[in-house]
């Protein structure tokens, strides 16, 4: 696609259930990032994968967070037993590589409420 | 690790106005780029302008300028002729040689 694409758009769920988060990253891009913004407040770095190498998991704030990717194509950030203060956009970029000078595009974020 | 810092949570420039939007940076590395994004209500994240840290010229992109001052690791957005539609959180980014670092953001409000 043109851009890079995110589903769901919005989300709406229980308290203690597992939710998976899709990113479609630009063609071609073989950097994908992955970052939560609480509402009114910056963007937290949650991981990125570059091509084939380990991903950067440095950011992921406790177990219960997971991503994978396949190839450098689709990712998937799963939250499992969600709790309330995982409210967020999650927001899915790409780029054409990682490092110095790589500028990122991002995709439209899914909005996870959890009651 | 390369902290980004936006010390304005909230700004406001009057319609066709200038206003300038702070960001510091801390980093050892050498070889770096900064960027400033906008994101309107849409959420949608948007590139406003890109600056290498080689290049001493200021990037300019329209009616978007940066003053970048290497040594003292500031990296500032001017916006000229202040328009409604420029009304959005704009966000301080560093890219390294790892991943790539925002600020906290800064709330701009045009008044017509």
């Known amino acids: 696609g043109a851009g890079v694409s995110q589903s769901p758009s919005n989300k709406v769920t229980e308290k203690g259930k597992d939710v998976e988060l899709r990113c479609d990253p630009i063609s071609g891009h073989t950097a994908l990032y992955w970052y939560r913004q609480r509402l009114g407040q910056g963007l937290e770095f949650l991981i990125y994968f570059q091509g084939n190498s380990a991903p950067d998991k440095s950011g992921l704030p406790s177990d219960r967070f997971s991503a994978e990717r396949t190839g450098e194509s689709v990712s998937t950030l799963t939250i499992q037993r969600t709790q309330q203060e995982d409210s967020a956009v999650y927001l899915c970029?790409?780029?054409?590589?990682?490092?110095?000078?790589?500028?990122?595009?991002f995709g439209e974020g899914s909005w996870l409420t959890v009651v | 690790a390369q902290t980004v810092t936006q010390s304005q949570p909230e700004m406001s420039v009057q319609e066709a106005e200038t206003v300038t939007l702070s960001c510091t940076y801390d980093?050892?590395?050498?070889?770096?780029?900064l960027f400033w994004y906008k994101q309107p209500p849409s959420r949608q994240m948007i590139l406003v302008i890109r600056?290498?840290?080689?290049?001493?010229q200021n990037a300019t992109e329209n009616r978007f300028s940066v003053n970048f001052q290497k040594a003292a690791k500031s990296f500032s957005l001017k916006i000229s002729d202040s328009q409604l539609g420029d009304a959005a959180m704009y966000f301080c980014a560093y890219s390294g040689n790892n991943d790539m670092r925002f600020g906290a953001g800064t709330r701009l409000t045009v008044k017509p």
């Open positions: 600056q290498e840290a080689y290049k001493q």
């Open positions: 970029a790409s780029s054409l590589w990682t490092g110095a000078g790589n500028t990122i595009y």
């Open positions: 980093t050892s590395e050498s070889d770096y780029y």
